[in-house]
């Protein structure tokens, strides 16, 4: 049973810097492809950024590109989000996903292509 656990949320100010760790157990992860969503009170739950385990292909979305930064460490199986110049409006709830395929270059941005999901951690940005 795959497990994931995101960790680092809180409240910061805008320009502030976060970094979120999602610890995962259960399986090897070398096939999975990685993911980072949001979702704000009142939205459908958003892509913000995702990553090939294997051979550590990164994509992200145009709202966080250049700002955010997604990572994996293998010895420890967490992967990270590297999150610098927060805007009010990164506030939301972050969560971890996994799916057991390689989405090298298609489908790592749906929601519906993941199969394992954290529990959510809450990111605050205040102005």
């Known amino acids: 049973q795959v497990q994931l656990v995101e960790s680092g949320g809180g409240l910061v100010q805008a320009g502030d810097s976060l970094r979120l760790s999602c610890a995962a157990s259960g399986r090897t992860f070398s096939s999975y492809t990685m993911a980072w969503f949001r979702q704000a009170p009142g939205k459908e739950r958003e892509f913000v950024a995702a990553l090939t385990w294997r051979d550590a292909r990164l994509y992200y979305s145009d709202s966080v590109k250049g700002r955010f930064t997604i990572s994996r460490d293998n010895a420890k199986n967490t992967v990270y989000l590297q999150m610098n110049s927060l805007k009010p409006e990164d506030t939301a709830v972050y969560y971890c996903?996994?799916?057991?395929?390689?989405?090298?270059?298609?489908?790592?941005?749906?929601?519906?292509?993941?199969?394992?999901w954290g529990q959510g951690t809450q990111v605050t940005v205040s102005s």
């Open positions: 996903a996994a799916a057991p395929v390689y989405y090298g270059g298609i489908y790592y941005d749906q929601v519906d292509r993941y199969d394992y």
